[in-house]
C-alpha cells in the first residue's frame, strides 16, 4: 500500500499573528518547484527574536490517509500537527528546498522535494 501527499499553499488563517496575505503573493506549487513572491515581514513576533523578520512561506500538506505522519524538512524536520500548516523561514531561495514526507506504518511512505529557487524574494 501506498500513500500519497498534497502540498498547497496555507489557508488564510491566524498563522502566529501574520496571515498568508502578509508573508506571500501568487504562490504557485508544481510538481518539484514552488514560485511567487515573498514579501519581507517585520515584527513576526509568532517566531524566536532572531528569525521576526526576513521572508517566509506557509504551506498546507496533506495525506490520502488522514492517520498519517506528514514531517516538512527545511533545515530541520518538523512533524506537522493536524491543520496540515507550517511556516518557514526562507534564509536563502538558491540553496533550500522543502522536503515533505507521509508516513505510516504498513504503507510505503512517499516523498516530495521542492526547489525555491523560482520564488521572487522582497528584501527591506
Known sequence: MSL???????VDK????KVVG???????INNNS????????????GFDSELQSGNYLALHCTCSDPGATITVT???PAVLDEDGIIVLYIRDKD???????ASKEGYKSVTKTFKLSDLVVETE
Open 22 to 28: 502578509d508573508l506571500q503573493e501568487d504562490i504557485i
Open 74 to 76: 527545511l533545515t530541520n
Open 34 to 45: 514552488i514560485e511567487g513572491k515573498l514579501l519581507y515581514v517585520t515584527g513576526y513576533t
Open 95 to 101: 540553496t533550500q528546498t522543502v522536503k515533505v514526507v
Open 14 to 17: 491566524d498563522l502566529l499573528g
Open 4 to 10: 500519497s501527499v498534497d502540498v498547497d499553499i496555507a
